[in-house]
């Protein structure tokens, strides 16, 4: 997971590949909190890892339950099955809606004292109508802060009170689903003697999630009855039961991304477009009704039981006016599809939108009016016209097939590309929903970069989304951007570069390390460090399994950081770097490393031979002095005895061997920054190149922190 201030995407093309999605949130939460009412133990399968349902198993465990997290995804709760839960508790919440608001009406029927709460957004986000509801009932619910908000106390030291059952219970439908969904799960705790009847006041917003409730109820063996959607009966004698075991479908919300992915970009040559593996046509989402909007603006979407598969069919994509009152959460994907689209799009019934983890109508309006759209909003709709003349030049990406020069506009990102787009620094208001959405805004035809701020927040229900895209997405080489930190020995220039890779979210190249694994390797194939086994080595280098992560290096599955770090490892890397075809296939190995998001890598010819292309060449240097005593303190600390002027000798000796040498001498590049970090600290030091970097960037934002 991305844990960065921001993520900057390069320009993207073209998909190709499967993609596994996570478990639904929205069943996931469901599936839990019924696990915990019910009688016996209940195994969850493919549960969404997630910030939300990570905040439910906490607060269950609280509660009494018993969770057994087995490892991946799989977890075991035994629950409460009619006994009392463990109180007095404070439950934290985080910004699950899917947590909080279910869970309050699920323990003002168990009975007992509790205290819910959660983060600022949750303590904004409306609870009343809940309140309301439970309170005709006869529960004692307080509020903290404001009224209708969390944070929330209920206060039942002395058990549930008398309940007031012979009468409906009437709950506001037109604000959140989630409301009616939480008294659902809730009442059948009070229907074991009489029937619970429960009438919705105005529409019934979000109906496909409700449609989920009852479907879920009814495996754990509570069957509901309702009439048009407007009144539902719990019978009477309703008592819940585990399943035993229960799958949780993948997350159809999630879906819409790659989805509109395989809409909006081009199959790679020879791949049809892109696979989701986890969901199918048949799914009980309601979000799955996201692929009839996607068809209707030109996607080809096919499909079995438990898969999709996507691919590119009209282009431009077609403006659309929909009522999206059957897919909520879903529809906020089809606000950025119109960006691709030949006309207006709009989008009606969303005013459930403004109560959800932020305002989403304002916040998509915002950011696509950054992106170069022109926007309208209302209290249940947005509309949106494209950027002027933004898809009359999109055609094919690099690596799609080979147009007739008659026959297809240009490439994305090429010369003469649509100027109606503009880059952005998408602010995502710890929305994950946001986040993903407008990662879709770096296959636009004019080839602009985007920025997605605070990418962390798809933890919520995603937490490897980046990762995933990335997986399916191809783009030109030189779209994908590459910073170089060269220097002399001792300069710094590997751990300014390792720090730089990680605030950026960039892979991370040391190039000094790629010589010693090689040599390692070599050895443990029983190779000569010599002529002769030139040829075999060069080809096993072409493939080395190399992989820089958390500060460690891996070969394969192997942990090397510190076998090649020893004096002999050194030696051995020199004679290896002395025979050329090795050379050369590490050149290509290195290479490699140019994968989405964008790579930061160091050595001593990384900006002059390895990339001579990439945007951002430094140079790091530092005195020989200066270096000498950072080596001296190095040693010292793993117990060696070492003397400063042997060290600075040994330093300038090198420094002078290096910079002669035949093949790819020290020295700057013509364009590389000098960077001198004798008096600077590390800090001070990534500081400056990520200033540098900024001033690269095409949007105007703050430098990061």
């Given at each position: 997971m991305y844990s960065t201030a921001f993520l900057d995407l390069p320009p993207m093309q073209a998909v190709s590949g499967e993609v596994h999605l996570p478990g639904s949130k929205s069943i996931s939460n469901r599936v839990l909190l019924l696990a915990a009412l019910s009688r016996g133990t209940t195994t969850v399968h493919d549960l969404l890892a997630s910030d939300d349902t990570r905040v439910m198993l906490d607060a269950l465990r609280q509660i009494g339950c018993v969770v057994d997290e087995t490892g991946g995804s799989t977890v075991c709760i035994t629950g409460l099955g009619g006994r009392a839960p463990l109180s007095p508790a404070k439950l934290f919440m985080g910004n699950a809606g899917t947590a909080m608001r279910p869970l309050t009406a699920a323990l003002a029927l168990l009975g007992g004292e509790f205290e819910l709460s959660g983060v600022p957004r949750m303590h904004e986000r409306p609870i009343g109508d809940l309140v309301d509801?439970?309170?005709?009932?006869?529960?004692?619910?307080?509020?903290?802060?404001?009224?209708?908000?969390?944070?929330l106390r209920i206060a039942h030291a002395q058990g549930v009170p008398a309940l007031a059952l012979s009468a409906p219970i009437r709950v506001r439908g037109?604000?959140?689903?989630?409301?009616?969904?939480?008294?659902?799960?809730?009442?059948?705790l009070a229907a074991a003697t009489q029937a619970v009847v429960i009438e919705v006041v105005g529409e019934l917003i979000s109906k496909p999630y409700i449609a989920i409730t009852l479907q879920l109820l009814a495996r754990f063996g509570i069957v509901v009855e309702h009439q048009n959607w407007q009144r539902f009966t719990i019978p009477a004698g309703s008592k819940y039961q585990s399943p035993g075991s229960i799958h949780v479908e993948a997350d159809a919300s999630s879906a819409s991304y790659f989805i509109a992915l395989g809409a909006i970009a081009s199959s790679a040559t020879g791949e049809k477009g892109?696979?989701?593996?986890?969901?199918?046509?048949?799914?009980?989402?309601?979000?799955?009704?996201?692929?009839?909007?996607?068809?209707?603006?030109?996607?080809?979407?096919?499909?079995?039981?438990?898969?999709?598969?996507?691919?590119?069919?009209?282009?431009?994509?077609?403006?659309?006016?929909?009522?999206?009152?059957?897919?909520?959460?879903?529809?906020?994907?089809?606000?950025?599809?119109?960006l691709y689209a030949n006309g207006t799009t709009t989008l009606r019934n969303i005013a459930s939108w403004r109560?959800?983890?932020?305002?989403?109508?304002?916040?998509?309006?915002t950011e696509l009016r950054k992106l170069g759209a022109t926007v309208e909003e209302g209290a249940d709709f947005i509309r949106i016209t494209p950027?002027?003349?933004?898809?009359?030049?999109?055609?094919?990406?690099?690596?799609?097939?080979a147009p007739s020069?008659?026959?297809?506009?240009?490439?994305?990102?090429?010369?003469?590309?649509?100027?109606?787009?503009?880059?952005?620094?998408?602010?995502?208001?710890?929305?994950?929903?946001?986040?993903?959405?407008?990662?879709?805004?770096?296959?636009?035809?004019?080839?602009?970069p985007v920025r997605i701020e605070d990418p962390k927040c798809v933890a919520k229900t995603f937490p490897d989304y980046f990762e995933a895209l990335f997986s399916v997405t191809q783009t030109a080489t030189d779209h994908i951007p590459v910073i170089c930190i060269d220097g002399p020995t001792a300069s710094g220039k590997g751990t300014v570069a390792a720090a730089v890779a990680q605030r950026l979210g960039y892979r991370f190249l040391d190039s000094g390390a790629m010589y010693r694994i090689t040599a390692l390797a070599a050895l443990r194939a029983g190779l000569a460090i010599d002529e002769g086994h030139e040829a075999r080595i060069a080809a096993m280098a072409q493939n080395l399994p190399v992989r820089f992560e958390g500060g460690k290096v891996l070969l394969g599955g192997d942990d090397v950081t510190d076998a090649i770090r020893t004096e002999e490892a050194g030696m051995n890397a020199s004679r290896v770097s002395a025979l050329p075809s090795v050379r050369?296939?590490?050149?290509?190995?290195?290479?490699?490393?140019?994968?989405?998001?964008?790579?930061?890598a160091d050595g001593r010819d990384m900006g002059t031979v390895i990339f001579p292309d990439a945007p951002l060449k430094v140079y790091l240097t530092a005195s020989a002095a200066c270096r000498a005593e950072r080596r001296h303190k190095q040693l010292i600390s793993k117990g060696f005895s070492a003397s400063i002027e042997d060290l600075r000798a040994d330093l300038e000796a090198r420094d002078a061997r290096d910079s002669t040498r035949s093949v790819a001498p020290l020295k700057p590049a013509q364009d590389a920054l000098v960077l001198d970090n004798s008096t600077l600290t590390i800090d001070e030091a990534v500081n400056q190149v990520l200033a540098w970097w900024q001033e690269r960037q095409p949007f105007a934002v703050s430098a990061p922190g």
């Open positions: 509801a439970l309170r005709q009932l006869g529960c004692q619910i307080d509020y903290l802060g404001n009224d209708g908000y969390p944070p037109d604000v959140s689903s989630q409301f009616l969904t939480a008294l659902l799960m809730a009442l059948p892109i696979k989701i593996q986890g969901i199918g046509l048949d799914s009980i989402q309601g979000d799955i009704r996201f692929v009839e909007a996607a068809r209707a603006m030109g996607a080809v979407v096919t499909g079995g039981a438990n898969w999709l598969q996507i691919e590119r069919g009209a282009w431009p994509l077609q403006a659309i006016d929909l009522d999206c009152n059957h897919i909520p959460d879903a529809a906020m994907t089809l606000a950025v599809m119109a109560v959800k983890e932020t305002d989403r109508i304002a916040a998509m309006a950027p002027a003349a933004s898809t009359s030049t999109a055609g094919p990406p690099q690596g799609a097939s020069e008659d026959s297809e506009p240009r490439a994305a990102g090429s010369v003469g590309a649509p100027s109606g787009w503009k880059p952005a620094s998408i602010h995502t208001y710890d929305d994950h929903r946001v986040a993903m959405c407008f990662s879709l805004a770096a296959f636009n035809p004019a080839g602009l050369t296939a590490l050149v290509q190995l290195q290479h490699s490393f140019r994968r989405l998001p964008g790579l930061v």
